[in-house]
């Protein structure tokens, strides 16, 4: 035995009452678990850590996370090590930087600026989805990375590979080239495909499209994770075209950041969850994220209606400059409502600013663009437009367009886990990037009791485990991984706030990976024990004559 955590209160990730034992580790697994009252002699180590009462339970599991840049960038990546977190599913909402040739790198690079800076301190040495999760691996100097880290193949990413930036359907040979894309990146180690369909490229394809990507995912047991084509008006069909697609292929469904959002949509969350249930209760293979916060958060340009977002960030840019063109845009966004802002009319007065690319634009952070206007004595759309302009399609900005108890009874359900979306860049982000699990654990179990403790933690632990097939992980079992987190049930909670977004939270003294401690005493240790974590390899099995 290399360390015995004594008499822990063990949070197993059953959903079962807690209980109290000795967990001994060894070579970066759990090698004993004995129970107090359990005959036999405790276990013992060269070192022991007296837990007295705190909850031991499975390392949290981010579904939905953005760290893809960061993790490369900052050893330290306390934003997640300090929540609990030791493993984050990136390459979300069809944006991220594998696979790529040059010049998607380049356009992709420029297209998610806002989500994970411009890149500039990376040495992007790869260009296959294998290569980035090597990279990951020997990430400084060969050490590794701060949490484990899993990867979705980004759709969007895919085709601009194969198509561009064009609003059309995929030539034949442009889907053979994505499938055979697709079905190397999962050989090569992804989990599953994310789509990002109010984001362009990704949302010029149509269900088609997608349903064949989908069923090359599905030939290595991946999962689908779409980010789907609105969150507004229409949320409910959009689910329900997400159901329906993944059903005919034959594909698990992971939903992404499931919300119901904006006016239209309050109160609404028993119905999204009944169309769920529907599915489940037929056979369907599907799961869900949340975060426990009402605002979203995305970019200003994620706004713009998509025929104005074709052909990548330079003609965006020059239809903004445009006047006629951005007459245009502006009278889609306030009064048709865009399918970037979801189909419904804008509300200037709901968009804050969270973050900027350009330093002379700082003075707009924490503001709304309804707020920033009245200050400059314009319109609104007039300060947004600037903004665009200026920042270079860079912007961040938090949209605060939920509804509390959708997040609550969303929260509740049968499939649900947790994913913070959180974006770490920005003057002031989204405090669920610091957050969102310390939240789950203390102000929804402990303080509201929307779920119980033991509940909430088998949301965060072996509910993603279990969707990420992977089989030594989210549960406190004998021979299963040692990524543990200890917390105070009692005092546990995000001290992270829209006002101080980047406040690391309380009660959680100690979290290990592999066995080794990233937390200890409260305080990140320099221990880099993340690495990649790969689907069960699977050799390449579509057949279509067109290459990649």
């Known amino acids: 035995m290399d360390l015995v955590i004594r008499d822990a209160r063990v949070i197993d990730g059953t959903a079962t009452p807690s209980y109290r034992a000795d967990v001994a580790l060894a070579d970066g697994r759990i090698a004993e678990i004995h129970r107090q009252g359990s005959p036999g002699p405790r276990p013992t180590a060269p070192r022991t850590l007296e837990a007295d ?31 609990g977190v030791t493993l984050e599913v990136l390459g979300q909402d069809g944006l991220s930087y594998a696979p790529a040739d040059d010049r998607t790198l380049a356009e992709v690079r420029r297209a998610i600026t806002g989500w994970n800076g411009d890149g500039s301190d990376i040495d992007f040495d790869w260009r296959t989805v294998g290569g980035y999760l090597d990279r990951l691996d020997r990430n400084f100097g060969g050490r590794g990375i701060a949490v484990n880290a899993a990867y979705l193949i980004p759709q969007g990413t895919v085709r601009m590979y194969a198509v561009g930036w064009d609003d059309r359907p995929a030539t034949e040979a442009e889907l053979n080239r994505m499938r055979r894309l697709v079905d190397r990146s999962m050989a090569e180690g992804a989990v599953g495909m994310s789509s990002g369909l109010t984001y362009t490229p990704g949302m010029y394809a149509d269900d088609a499209e997608l349903t064949a990507l989908c069923r090359v995912v599905a030939d290595h047991g991946g999962y689908y994770c779409p980010h789907h084509r609105s969150y507004g008006a229409g949320a409910l069909e959009a689910y329900e075209e997400m159901v329906r697609l993944t059903r005919s292929a034959g594909c698990a469904l992971h939903l ?10 309050e ?3 028993p119905e999204l969850l009944a169309l769920l249930d529907h599915a489940l209760d037929a056979g369907a293979d599907i799961s869900l994220d949340t975060y426990p916060y009402t605002p979203g958060c995305t970019t200003l340009a994620a706004m713009l209606p998509s025929w104005a977002s074709e052909g990548g960030p330079g003609p965006v840019l020059a239809r903004l400059a445009d006047d006629p063109t951005a007459a245009r845009i502006r009278h889609d966004l306030e009064v048709v409502g865009s399918d970037g802002c979801h189909g419904v009319p804008i509300e200037w007065d709901t968009i804050e600013i969270s973050g900027v690319g350009a330093p002379a634009l700082a003075a707009h952070v924490g503001r709304t663009v309804a707020e920033s206007a009245r200050l400059r004595g314009e319109e609104p759309w007039v300060t947004a437009r600037r903004l665009l302009l200026d920042d270079r399609l860079g912007t961040t900005i938090l949209q605060h367009v939920g509804h509390e108890e959708n997040v609550r009874q969303i ?8 994913g913070s979306d959180g974006i770490l860049q920005g003057d002031k982000p989204h405090p669920r990037a610091y957050g969102t699990f310390p939240q789950y654990l203390g102000r929804y179990a402990r303080e509201l009791g929307v779920l119980s403790l033991e509940e909430c933690v088998a949301h965060l632990t072996s509910r993603p485990a279990a969707r990420l097939r992977l089989p030594d992980r989210g549960y406190v079992r004998e021979g299963y991984r040692a990524d543990l987190v200890l917390f105070d049930p009692v005092t546990v909670a995000a001290g992270s706030t829209f006002d101080a977004p980047r406040t690391l939270p309380t009660g959680i003294p100690y979290v290990l990976i592999d066995g080794r401690f990233v937390i200890e005493d409260g305080k990140r240790t320099q221990v880099l024990a993340g690495r990649s974590v790969r689907s069960t390899d699977t050799p390449a099995r579509w057949t279509g004559s067109a290459g990649a």
């Open 53 to 83: 009462g705190l909850a031991l339970s499975p390392g949290f599991v981010d579904m939905h996370a953005h760290s893809d840049l960061a993790l490369l960038r900052d050893p330290d990546h306390s934003a997640k090590a300090a929540q």
């Open 267 to 269: 109160g609404r969350a």
């Open 411 to 418: 929260m509740r359900h049968r499939v649900h886990t947790g």
């Open 256 to 265: 992404a950041h499931a919300t119901m959002n904006f006016g239209v949509n």
